[in-house]
């Protein structure tokens, strides 16, 4: 395993002292492992996302003002704890409640529902939205049902937005379940990742394959293939998420996101044939991220996740936030 | 070799139509190769980099408001032409003359240098910076003198913001050479990277070993040495850099970046550990930057960068910016 780390253990710990030194915008409760913006935020609700770590920049690099109040970090791949969120919780809620984003992972869903009744007992109001866009498979290994992968990010930069203008938790929520449930995603690996606590890889991908459908854990996808051209791949995840919902008519934001170890420099060659796919079946692309967004540690491979916005979502999705991994407007 | 890539002899022009496709905002000149900004440069200097690709988001990905107005992009690892830095430049002069910021290797040397014969020849101003911050080693493979890197970007973006300021040319190239001469980069290599068009690593690195002061395509660095934690590698960076220029007395401007294949959770432990050096070597960094800048494709590794500031170039680094890979204040 070639890692830049000091241990396994360390890693997550590591991380956090890195955020804090790097963006002194950002404050990191330690003890907690919590990420907090520094943005005042009395009088609105307050979003917090968590999920295990290894998925940089999701979900402290979206941290900040117009998104993120507060983000948990489990370890690598391992839930935050119910503790965690509460935490969070205390420190951000203005007042008008918090708004919990969760990935549809069991023990994500679990921990957030705990902390949830927690919060409750200290007087805070909550509410959730889970992300399950991930058109791969139903059921996975950590997972009922779908699993919830990048329109997780939608998710958070829209709601955050409309936070951001004072709506209310019962608005906000809306609008986070309607983003939610326009979002699609579906992703490619040519390699395993590494899990720094484990040395090696997680799964066994011939040098001739790849994993159609894989899981940001390494969860199996849909099949093995014999490793296809940036163009088939962009065909494979195209057709996978408009045979799902019909993404014609109207505005779609799309991310194309890279698992971590693949170069910017094939991302957008990628995206390339996403464009032109899309453009072939009458899909309008308004806006559009290419980069590293969610991650699998140092998997190659990608992942395309496309969102049926309205005009609503779309001018929410423009307002100014400033994050370390996403800024605009600021 | 497992890569996102229709063909290895397609990897740029189908990573440029992926630009054009994700940025409305960017024109790109297909013919020449060369991303350009849309922002109007009337009467104000325009900015030229380039070199070869795979080092993404360098150079592209710093096109835009404040920053370059033009991007010359090479083959993978090869030198821009003459021809492509001549259509750039006629394509982007506002009359105020032409920066050319050239990183030093030797064919990108003599392409800007030609170029900038060609430009005079058609009644274009042109003045140009070389940047040479690579520590490592005197003299490289593909280099007479050091090697350019990191600082390249702090070169782009503050010499950037006194051009959008309407300096004349001789003073943002005197803002551009201050900033070249006051900054030192080191990387370290886990692995070697893989060029399409070659099909397997460049360099064999054993499994237990890392390169220290490896350039950014592949070339040796000062040793070959035992696989070390992020702590000792942050060590042998900081070391490095600090030994060559006083660092202590004024603001510094700090970057981390990854080499491409290494994920942002392990940029950010070992970014801990350079903090927290800097800090016991008094040095103060005032701005920093953690995440991948200047890649060399998919080699696992990052490398350093301090920029010893005044506050003329903190003011000038804090000025707006509106690229797909740095923005702030727009």
């Keep these: 395993m070639k890692k830049l780390i000091n241990t396994p253990e360390s890693v997550l710990a590591d991380a956090l002292r890195g955020v804090e030194a790097a963006h002194p915008d950002l404050t990191v409760d330690h ?17 917090i996302s968590g999920g295990g770590s290894g998925h940089e920049p999701l979900h402290s690099g979206f941290v900040g ?15 935050p704890t119910p503790d965690q969120m509460l935490a969070a ?26 902390a949830a009744e927690l919060a409750g007992e200290q007087g805070i109001d909550t509410a959730s939205v889970v992300v399950a866009d991930d058109v791969a498979v139903q059921d996975s290994t950590f997972t ?44 490619i690996a040519l390699t395993s990742c590494t899990l720094p606590a484990v040395g090696k890889p997680s799964f066994e991908l011939p040098e001739d394959q790849m994993e159609v459908g894989v899981g940001i854990h390494g969860e199996p996808g849909r099949k093995r293939e014999q490793l296809a051209t940036a163009r088939e791949i962009a065909a494979e995840m195209v057709e996978a998420i ?23 420099i094939e991302l957008y060659g990628v995206y390339a044939d996403v464009a032109d796919l899309l453009a072939e079946k009458g899909i309008t692309v308004a ?12 998997m190659a491979g990608c992942s395309l996740t496309l969102l049926r916005a309205d005009d609503e979502m779309l001018r929410l999705w423009d307002a100014p936030v400033n994050t ?3 800024r605009w407007g600021c």
């Design 65 to 79: 003002a117009g998104m993120l109040d507060a983000a948990c970090a489990g370890e690598v791949f391992t839930s």
């Design 31 to 47: 003890t907690n492992r919590v990420v907090i913006s520094g943005a005042p935020r009395d009088g609105r609700v307050a979003l």
């Design 242 to 264: 408009t045979a799902d919902l019909d993404f014609t008519g109207g505005p779609v934001i799309a991310m194309l996101t890279g698992l971590g170890g693949s170069p910017l």
């Design 287 to 298: 806006r559009s991220l290419v980069g590293d967004y969610i991650t699998s540690l140092d």
């Design 89 to 114: 919780a205390t420190q951000v809620d203005g007042g008008a409640g918090v708004l919990f984003i969760v990935k549809n992972y069991t023990g994500d869903v679990l921990n957030f529902e705990m």
């Design 324 to 326: 370390t991994a996403l």
């Design 144 to 187: 009922a049902g779908r699993r919830g992968v990048g329109t997780t990010v939608f998710v958070e930069k829209i709601a955050g937005a409309a936070a951001a203008e004072g709506k209310s938790l019962a608005e906000v929520k809306a609008v986070a379940e309607k983003v939610s449930e326009s979002g699609r995603s579906m992703g």
